[in-house]
């Protein structure tokens, strides 16, 4: 009986291709999985739920008694038009943003000029600048501006990212010399060598860059919160968080439910957008420290 059961997990790991030591690891790795994604599951349920069940002692990690009506009440606010915001601000920034950091990556990565080191530490020592020392400056400058409550107010501070410069600089360091070389023989300069050869080939670090620049202009909130003042300029963040259960010092209990599917909708982009394009992210973040 013994024997029988030690064949059939010898089966069942080479089925996995697993080895015995290698078990405990990815067991602790289920167990992370299981950690992370339960709060999701649970924001998701609950928002389906009614309050007597949001309200009630029992853990149902499936609703009972499932409703719609927490959706109708979220959809029964502007929700389309912050939408719409969010995917202008996320799309236009995102684009401007790793065409930038993939330029910087380019020239910090293959060509050669006095101080590129020291500029490329002088990029990365800015991440040690918090974000938030940021926020009065910035919000004076397009004060004095005019374009607050506008899109390029929560476009501008978001068109430059120092991670994304480090992933495509970090692509680059590792790009064949060779085709750099022909393509010069041939009468191609960098310009030119950048946009047919190097970009074309660079898809991996693009989509990681993507893939983060995305999810953090979506879900972008303080600096949205502090330059829009009307409806229509609000974004998805933004709005969903009039939805927010506790108020200050009070808790509105009725506002759990639609709490919970306006973060669920907010939510739905980033995820279909990282679960798409997942394999390229993990294939980008990877290069990253091949060479430094």
Request: aromatic letters at 14%.
């Given at each position: 009986?013994?024997?029988?059961t030690?064949?059939r997990?010898?089966?069942f790991?080479?089925q996995w ?7 405990p690891?990815?067991?602790?790795g ?9 709060p999701?599951?649970w924001?998701?349920s609950t ?6 069940e949001i309200?009630?002692?029992d ?7 499932p409703?719609?009506?927490n959706?109708?009440?979220?959809l029964q ?22 065409t930038?950091?993939?330029?910087a ?5 293959v060509l050669?000029?006095?101080?590129k ?5 002088m990029?990365l020592?800015?991440?040690m ?6 926020v009065v ?5 397009f004060?004095?501006l ?14 430059v ?9 970090q692509?680059f360091?590792?790009f064949p010399?060779e ?11 960098k310009i030119t ?12 670090p693009?989509?990681a ?7 953090g ?5 303080f600096w949205p919160l ?5 409806e229509n300029m609000?974004?998805m ?5 009039e939805?927010?259960s506790?108020?200050?010092a ?19 982009p ?12 993990m ?5 990253t420290?091949?060479?430094?």
């Amino acid at each position: 009986m013994q024997t029988g059961t030690i064949r059939r997990i010898n089966q069942f790991l080479r089925q996995w291709n697993l080895k015995i030591g290698t078990v405990p690891v990815w067991l602790l790795g289920l167990a992370v999985v299981v950690v992370w994604f339960a709060p999701f599951v649970w924001m998701v349920s609950t928002s389906f739920k009614p309050l007597s069940e949001i309200l009630s002692s029992d853990i149902n990690w499936i609703p009972v008694h499932p409703i719609l009506t927490n959706y109708q009440i979220v959809l029964q606010s502007p929700i389309a038009r912050w939408t719409l915001n969010s995917v202008i601000v996320a799309v236009v920034s995102t684009a401007i943003a790793v065409t930038f950091a993939s330029m910087a990556g380019f020239a910090l990565g293959v060509l050669n000029f006095p101080g590129k080191n020291v500029i490329f530490f002088m990029i990365l020592a800015s991440i040690m600048i918090p974000a938030n020392m940021m926020v009065v400056p910035l919000f004076v400058a397009f004060l004095r501006l005019h374009i607050i409550n506008s899109y390029p107010a929560l476009i501008l501070p978001s068109v430059v990212s120092v991670i994304s410069v480090y992933i495509f600089r970090q692509y680059f360091m590792t790009f064949p010399e060779e085709l750099i070389d022909a393509a010069t023989v041939d009468g191609a300069n960098k310009i030119t060598i950048f946009f047919r050869i190097a970009l074309p080939l660079a898809k991996a670090p693009f989509i990681a860059a993507t893939i983060l620049l995305f999810s953090g202009n979506w879900n972008a909130f303080f600096w949205p919160l502090l330059v829009t003042f009307n409806e229509n300029m609000k974004t998805m963040p933004v709005g969903v968080a009039e939805y927010a259960s506790v108020i200050g010092a009070h808790t509105q209990l009725q506002g759990f439910g639609p709490g919970m599917a306006a973060v669920t909708l907010l939510s739905i982009p980033s995820l279909l957008v990282f679960f798409s394009l997942q394999r390229y992210f993990m294939e980008g973040i990877s290069r990253t420290g091949i060479k430094g």
